[in-house]
């Protein structure tokens, strides 16, 4: 069919074939209120019991094996964070265990034994988990919706009934996820395009994006350093000029510019998808650029300078270059510019052009089928041949 651009007018959705000279009114269906995310959800056959309350001094601090982008608290204690995925295991022996969070923006999933339990905005609270059976445990909490700003994971404590064990070993490799919403899993567990706020903060789930489902796939861990709305040269529709990933890469917190960063593993696949952003908006008004001609021109020496950083920080990784494919012409030749530039630095890395994503979640972000579909095209060119 074509390139598809979208616009929101009020609540509707215009949404033009380019390609076929066709357009259409999409109207939302009726308004209907929002259901607040509940702040604790445990199913009734978890096996154990979870509740929040005020934080209790005096608990032992258990060693955690965390991954993801992140600055120290000055309490010494705990990780502040604000990139999404961010993730932390540990192992104890008991029947309790406490979570400590200060962090009134995100959901977080806690799986302990194959169970679950949900927190939403916990703010300054303990999660005590209670009940559990006499005996080794292994315990995952993991940040799934996306960060408004930093927040602290305070990290896990041992309650009186409990002891520690040295935590989870490293999984063998580590895969970087580079991009924008798409890569955060902007509300991936939606059914419907048409979102309210509250909506698409319940649906995004980023444990379930593509990122994860690669890694899995590969008996690897992950980093999402990610960002909705974001590019590289420029963002969605040229807002915030000064703060494109190659601004905000080599921040801990994008929202505290001067947090140093705790110390990071070295990525062994590194895979960048920021190209959407940058070509699936118009050109504003005041940008640098003419037509989107100049920008694929800009675009490709810069996909392949970034790409180039990122080999340098992390020496021998595989470079991935993920483009979506129906953001046009533009966005996949700047992609082949830029590998072919990577190429003739003697960096060698794997280009991987997407098909087209039904993009049914809100705002037309990708579906969680759309999600599977994308971990799938990546896991098949990380496991072929050699790179280009």
């Given at each position: 069919?074509g390139?598809?651009?979208?616009?929101?007018?009020?609540?509707?959705?215009?949404?033009?074939a380019?390609?076929a000279?066709?357009?259409?009114?999409?109207?939302?269906e009726?308004p209907?209120?929002?259901?607040?995310?509940?702040?604790?959800?445990?199913?009734?056959?978890?096996?154990?019991?979870?509740?929040l309350?005020?934080?209790?001094?005096?608990?032992?601090?258990?060693?955690?094996?965390?991954?993801?982008?992140?600055a120290?608290?000055?309490?010494?204690?705990g990780?502040?964070?604000e990139?999404?995925?961010?993730?932390?295991s540990?192992r104890?022996?008991?029947?309790?265990i406490?979570?400590?969070?200060?962090?009134?923006?995100?959901?977080?999933?806690?799986?302990?034994?194959?169970k679950?339990v949900?927190?939403?905005?916990?703010?300054?609270?303990?999660?005590?988990?209670?009940?559990l059976?006499?005996?080794?445990?292994q315990?995952?909490?993991?940040?799934?919706?996306?960060?408004?700003?930093p927040?602290l994971?305070?990290?896990?404590?041992?309650?009186?009934?409990?002891?520690?064990?040295?935590?989870?070993?490293?999984?063998?490799?580590?895969?970087e996820?580079?991009g924008?919403?798409?890569?955060?899993?902007?509300?991936?567990?939606?059914?419907?395009?048409?979102c309210?706020?509250?909506?698409i903060?319940a649906?995004?789930?980023?444990?379930?994006?593509?990122?994860?489902?690669?890694?899995?796939?590969?008996?690897?861990?992950y980093?999402i350093?990610?960002r909705?709305?974001i590019?590289?040269?420029?963002?969605?529709g040229?807002?915030?000029?000064?703060?494109?990933?190659?601004?905000?890469?080599?921040?801990?917190?994008?929202?505290?510019?001067?947090a140093?960063?705790?110390?990071?593993?070295?990525?062994?696949?590194?895979?960048i998808?920021?190209?959407?952003?940058?070509?699936?908006s118009e050109l504003?008004?005041g940008?640098?650029?003419?037509d989107?001609?100049?920008?694929?021109?800009?675009f490709?020496?810069?996909?392949?300078?970034?790409?180039?950083?990122?080999?340098?920080?992390?020496p021998?990784?595989?470079?991935?270059?993920?483009?979506?494919?129906?953001?046009?012409?533009e966005?996949v030749e700047?992609?082949?510019?830029?590998?072919?530039?990577?190429?003739g630095?003697?960096l060698a890395?794997?280009?991987?052009v997407?098909?087209d994503?039904?993009r049914?979640?809100?705002?037309?972000h990708?579906?969680?089928?759309?999600?599977?579909?994308?971990?799938?095209?990546l896991?098949?060119?990380?496991?072929?041949p050699?790179p280009?």
């Amino acid at each position: 069919m074509g390139a598809v651009w979208t616009r929101r007018i009020g609540a509707a959705v215009l949404v033009v074939a380019l390609g076929a000279g066709a357009a259409f009114l999409a109207w939302p269906e009726p308004p209907r209120p929002a259901t607040p995310v509940p702040a604790l959800s445990l199913a009734g056959d978890a096996g154990f019991l979870a509740e929040l309350g005020p934080q209790r001094p005096g608990w032992s601090a258990l060693p955690a094996q965390a991954t993801g982008r992140a600055a120290a608290d000055p309490s010494g204690l705990g990780y502040r964070h604000e990139w999404p995925g961010f993730h932390a295991s540990a192992r104890f022996q008991g029947t309790g265990i406490v979570l400590r969070f200060d962090d009134a923006l995100n959901r977080w999933r806690v799986t302990l034994d194959g169970k679950a339990v949900e927190v939403s905005r916990p703010g300054r609270q303990d999660l005590h988990i209670r009940g559990l059976a006499p005996g080794p445990h292994q315990i995952r909490a993991e940040k799934i919706s996306e960060s408004s700003g930093p927040a602290l994971f305070g990290g896990f404590f041992l309650d009186d009934s409990a002891q520690a064990l040295p935590p989870p070993d490293p999984a063998p490799r580590l895969i970087e996820f580079i991009g924008d919403s798409d890569t955060v899993g902007f509300a991936n567990t939606a059914s419907r395009r048409d979102c309210e706020a509250e909506e698409i903060y319940a649906a995004t789930d980023t444990s379930r994006s593509f990122g994860p489902q690669v890694a899995a796939a590969l008996g690897a861990d992950y980093r999402i350093v990610a960002r909705s709305g974001i590019g590289l040269l420029r963002n969605y529709g040229g807002a915030e000029p000064d703060r494109t990933m190659d601004r905000l890469y080599p921040l801990a917190l994008p929202g505290q510019p001067d947090a140093p960063a705790l110390p990071e593993r070295k990525a062994d696949i590194v895979v960048i998808g920021l190209g959407s952003n940058v070509f699936g908006s118009e050109l504003a008004p005041g940008e640098r650029w003419s037509d989107k001609g100049q920008l694929r021109h800009e675009f490709g020496p810069a996909l392949a300078d970034f790409a180039t950083a990122r080999a340098q920080e992390n020496p021998g990784a595989t470079l991935v270059l993920l483009a979506f494919g129906e953001y046009g012409a533009e966005l996949v030749e700047a992609h082949r510019t830029a590998s072919a530039l990577l190429d003739g630095r003697g960096l060698a890395n794997r280009l991987v052009v997407l098909g087209d994503p039904q993009r049914n979640a809100c705002l037309w972000h990708p579906s969680a089928e759309d999600h599977a579909m994308i971990a799938q095209a990546l896991v098949a060119a990380l496991k072929g041949p050699g790179p280009n």
